[in-house]
């Protein structure tokens, strides 16, 4: 969703980050979780994390990458970033 993309503050994920944890949790340091499309992931990271949940921590700028395993019976973190690693 190009929604949260903001051609004027290009190359800045962190602050596409924090526009939409504004909009989902109506703060900028609030705990996002679920799963999000690749257009989406695109918009805000500038890159796709992969298939699976998505947890956005603005308290501690910190996002990771969930997904299944094994037949859906174990849990892999794929993907455990800070806002500045993406940028």
Do not use: S
């Not at 909009?23 to 996002?32: D, L, N, Q």
């Amino acid at each position: 969703m190009a929604a949260y993309h903001n051609p004027e503050i290009n190359g800045q994920a962190a602050a596409n980050i924090a526009m939409f944890l504004q909009e989902k949790t109506g703060t900028i340091y609030g705990k996002w979780r679920g799963r999000m499309p690749a257009a989406q992931q695109r918009a805000l990271f500038y890159r796709f994390l992969g298939k699976g949940w998505i947890c956005i921590d603005g308290a501690n700028e910190r996002i990771t990458h969930t997904r299944k395993v094994c037949f859906g019976t174990d849990f892999d973190t794929n993907h455990d970033l800070a806002f500045r690693e993406i940028i």
